[in-house]
Nanobody, 124 residues
Framework: QIQLVESGGGSVQDGGSLRLSCVVS????????VAWFRQAPGKEREEVAA????????YYANSVQGRLTISKDKSPNMVYLQINSLKAEDTGMYFC?????????????????WGRGTQVTVSS
């Protein structure tokens, strides 16, 4: 059974940083898309970053270029999202998701498995 668990969220001040983690269990494939989505209150879920674990190629939404870094551990089943210079508009629930073929930067409906999310709250 494939499961994803996110962690690392919290409440931070404007300008601060957080590192989110996503653990994928129940899957042995070395190559897959692992993506991070963000959902702000009252808004649709949007993809902010993704990584193809086979060659560590990364993808970012234009809206977050330069402030987010997605990476993986030696294991393809541990993926991180570093968020710097946090702003109030970064507030929301952050989810990780997985699919086994590209493109990695795509609609939420194209991702098969999801975690339950970790909350990020940025205050000024």
């Amino acid at each position: 059974q494939i499961q994803l668990v996110e962690s690392g969220g919290g409440s931070v001040q404007d300008g601060g940083s957080l590192r989110l983690s996503c653990v994928v269990s129940g899957d042995r494939s070395s190559s897959k898309c692992v993506a991070w989505f963000r959902q702000a209150p009252g808004k649709e879920r949007e993809e902010v970053a993704a990584i193809w674990t086979g060659d560590s190629e990364t993808y970012y939404a234009n809206s977050v270029q330069g402030r987010l870094t997605i990476s993986k551990d030696k294991s393809p089943n541990m993926v991180y999202l570093q968020i710097n210079s946090l702003k109030a508009e970064d507030t929301g629930m952050y989810f990780c998701a997985v699919r086994w073929f590209g493109p990695c930067l795509t609609a939420a409906a194209d991702y098969a498995y999801w975690g339950r999310g970790t909350q990020v709250t940025v205050s000024s």
